[in-house]
């Protein structure tokens, strides 16, 4: 059964902003025929220290051994955005006897260009079976976890984003996800020191301030040209 095409079988449990770490979880439970139950956790965050990667965790738990596929991908509209390179095979031109990166996109819409790179790091709880798919097999109530990166990169950066997008990835896979997060954490407490407190600010308004902190500091990097909006990853309006 694809989780895509049986959306109303998922229950969103929770989705959570952590402002302190910069990271977005979401809990959801995925009901299968028979009252099989699958329950996955998404944690995603930009990284602070390497601009231009998004990482997320994927933690599978099943209630009975079950084995899934997973595939990595990116969902954008079709309406306002054309494929203006292709790639095939090889994509990090023979560096690697298997190569690593799963997709990579090289989009245009009447504004600018945009290059992304997507990949399942290999210290993941998965198994590759062809390129972009790969197989999970779980045990009952024991979970499961899948790492993936996507880099974007933006013409303004590059003429040939879609090249440079490989390039980033490669750059975060050879950090890899624990040490990425672990920096990236690291960064977001070295920031938060320069927290603003208002001496008789009520609660709410202490609230309001650091909200408006946490956006405009994920808004801007000492080596990058763009960022984050707000909301940006949240999908709040």
Request: proline letters at 4%; a neutral charge; hydrophobic letters at 40%.
């Amino acid at each position: 059964c694809s989780i895509l095409e049986n959306s109303d079988c998922i229950q969103i449990i929770s989705q959570s902003l952590d402002m302190k770490k910069a990271e977005l979880t979401t809990t959801m439970r995925y009901t299968l025929p028979g009252e099989i139950q699958l329950d996955i956790t998404v944690l995603q965050f930009a990284s602070k220290t390497v601009p231009g990667i998004v990482a997320q965790e994927l933690t599978f738990t099943a209630s009975i051994p079950l084995k899934i596929e997973y595939q990595p991908k990116i969902f954008m509209p079709k309406e306002s955005l054309s494929i203006y390179a292709e790639h095939d095979k090889g994509i990090s031109q023979g560096w690697y006897e298997e190569d690593p990166i799963d997709y990579v996109f090289a989009l245009e819409s009447d504004a600018s260009r945009l290059g992304v790179a997507v990949c399942v790091l290999k210290q993941s709880e998965a198994t590759k079976l062809d390129k972009g798919k790969y197989s999970i097999n779980l045990t009952a109530h024991k979970c499961a976890r899948v790492w993936t990166m996507a880099a974007m990169v933006s013409e303004l950066y590059h003429f040939e984003p879609h090249l440079e997008a490989i390039r980033v990835l490669q750059w975060g896979m050879m950090h890899g996800y624990l040490r990425l997060k672990d920096k990236h954490e690291k960064a977001w407490s070295e920031i938060w020191k320069s927290r603003i407190r208002v001496t008789g600010a009520s609660v709410k308004q202490q609230e309001l301030l650091d909200t408006a902190l946490y956006y405009l500091m994920s808004n801007v990097s000492s080596s990058s040209k763009t960022g984050i909006p707000p909301f940006g990853l949240t999908q709040c309006h």
